[in-house]
């Protein structure tokens, strides 16, 4: 697994750091744990900035700088796919999930296997997963993030490409806020910073999706 300075970086907006808290859920034999909910004041122009993050509507297609690339690429996907299989029986569906994971960490600045990691414990892979605080998806959004900076269409966050956009884009905006430390920024991420449980529980699951090129 690579370390918590692997997934530095600045996701730009408009040079600002983002404000802003997620409800997310550790998924525990079925049930949901949701941590503390806070919605933060957020400047107009950095509210702009992440809101066309989430609202680009182009398809989740990679672009690569050489054949290598994409060869590694095709090798992940390969991969993933036999990895995932148990979880998502759907060849077609377990295909376009792992592109759109792939797209969008690479577009956030994050380790596809963190996200993946991060799905695990979150969601479970489950597309319609809901915690008892109302948080949705793959990645267990909160429905405020869709009027905070999305078109207030909360279902969307069911739809899998919408539900990966919010959450690594949010995702993303706290470990920038947390100067790339990714143990404060998990924490964030499911409301309960300062907490070992939900970092260290998204870290181990990191080392399930690893890709040993």
């Avoid at 989430?54 to 992940?76: E, G, K």
């Avoid at 956030?108 to 296997?113: D, Q, R, T, V």
């Avoid at 109302?134 to 909160?142: C, E, F, L, S």
């Avoid at 910073?193 to 870290?203: I, S």
Wanted: hydrophobic residues 40%; aromatic residues 10%.
């Amino acid at each position: 697994m690579g370390t918590p300075s692997k997934s530095r970086g600045v996701f730009a907006v408009s040079g600002l750091l983002l404000r802003g808290v997620i409800c997310a859920v550790l998924l525990r034999a079925g049930g949901a744990q949701a941590g503390n909910q806070k919605e933060e004041a957020m400047a107009d122009s950095v509210r702009l900035a992440l809101s066309k993050a989430v609202t680009d509507t182009r398809p989740p297609i990679p672009s690569f700088d050489d054949i290598n690339a994409r060869i590694s690429y095709l090798h992940w996907l390969g991969e993933m796919s036999d990895r995932l299989k148990r979880r998502l029986p759907d060849s077609q569906t377990r295909q376009e999930f792992l592109k759109s994971v792939w797209y969008e960490s690479k577009r956030a600045g994050l380790e596809p296997a963190m996200v993946l990691g991060l799905i695990q414990v979150e969601s479970g892979f489950r597309k319609y997963a809901t915690s008892v605080v109302g948080a949705r998806g793959y990645m267990q959004v909160m429905p405020f993030w869709s009027r905070v900076i999305g078109d207030s269409d909360a279902q969307k966050l069911f739809q899998m490409q919408s539900n990966l956009r919010y959450g690594c884009a949010i995702l993303r905006m706290y470990i920038d806020m947390e100067a790339g430390n990714l143990y404060l920024a998990l924490g964030r991420y499911n409301g309960s910073r300062g907490r070992p449980e939900y970092p260290n529980a998204v870290l181990a699951n990191w080392k399930n999706w690893e890709f040993k090129r």
